[in-house]
Structures are given as structure tokens and as C-alpha cells.
């Protein structure tokens, strides 16, 4: 991995995720996706980091985008949607890059639809920050940034 890209997140957006600020404010709020770039872009800015940023409502193209990750960025902040709930082929694309991982969900979904309350993600993830709303993206970010630096 190169220098550049140990100062690199990659932030991926699942399904539906471009419809926030839109989509059922009362469970996920009115900040837009927009907005949560904006939010992760200058958090990852105070230490020094970049942030490539994606959203995709297309499991392969989140698969593809896991799989460029390695070699090219520090670690992952993955807010899968609904393939939280589906998806081992996510899973095993993460499991399969050896990049540190947070899953971030908006809503806590343990008080929500019991589908939910199971996750294909957590069992390969590095952390998990569950309804802390957009700033859990924020949350994300520093614990990369902690996981990368702390000796």
C-alpha cells in the first residue's frame, strides 16, 4: 500500500441511500446523501485523509468497488442497506480484501423490523455503529482513522 493510499476512505452506499433526506425522514432524517459526503469528506480532512465517496443501489458494483479497494485505500466505511440483511457475497468480498471495515447503519435497527435485527456484514466488520443517525458516518471515519494509527 502506498503512502497515498494509507490517507485514503472509501465510503460505499447501498441501495436506497441516494434517497436520503427524502425517504422516511422520522427513521433516517433530512441530511441527504450530499450531505453525508460533505460530513465524512471534512471529518477524514481534519486528520489529513481523502475520502472517495460511492453509492450504488447494485450489489456487484459495491462487490467491484470492495474488491479496487485493496492496495488503494486504509479501510472502508460500508453502509450496505438492505444487503445488511441478504448479502454473503458482500461479505465475503470484505473478508476477502483484508481491509478494515465499519459498518454504519443510520437507525438502530435492533428496535426495528426483526429482518433487520440480522446482519450478513457484522461477523467481518471491524466496528459497528448503529443509530447514531448521519453522524455515525462521521463516527466511521475517526475509528478508521484510530484503527490505521494507533501503535
Not at 13 to 23: A, E, I
Not at 80 to 102: F, N, Q, R, W
Not at 125 to 139: E, F, M, Q, T, W
Amino acid at each position: 500500500m502506498s503512502e497515498s493510499s494509507n490517507r485514503r476512505i472509501l465510503v460505499l452506499n447501498g441501495p436506497n441511500l441516494n434517497l436520503l433526506g427524502t425517504r422516511e425522514p422520522g427513521i433516517y432524517g433530512s441530511e441527504t446523501l450530499e450531505d453525508v459526503r460533505v460530513l465524512c469528506e471534512n471529518t477524514a480532512a481534519a486528520a489529513g485523509f481523502d475520502v472517495e465517496f460511492l453509492q450504488s443501489n447494485h450489489e456487484g458494483v459495491l462487490i467491484d468497488a470492495i474488491h479496487a479497494a485493496r492496495g488503494n485505500v486504509a479501510g472502508i466505511v460500508f453502509n450496505p442497506g438492505a444487503y445488511t440483511h441478504t448479502s454473503i457475497a458482500l461479505a465475503d468480498a470484505i473478508a476477502g480484501v483484508e481491509l478494515p471495515v465499519i459498518e454504519v447503519h443510520i437507525s438502530n435497527v435492533h428496535k426495528r423490523e426483526a429482518f433487520r435485527h440480522h446482519s450478513y456484514i457484522s461477523p467481518v466488520a471491524a466496528s459497528i455503529i448503529v443509530g447514531a443517525g448521519v453522524n455515525g458516518y462521521a463516527l466511521g471515519v475517526q475509528q478508521l482513522i484510530h484503527l490505521g494509527t494507533r501503535g
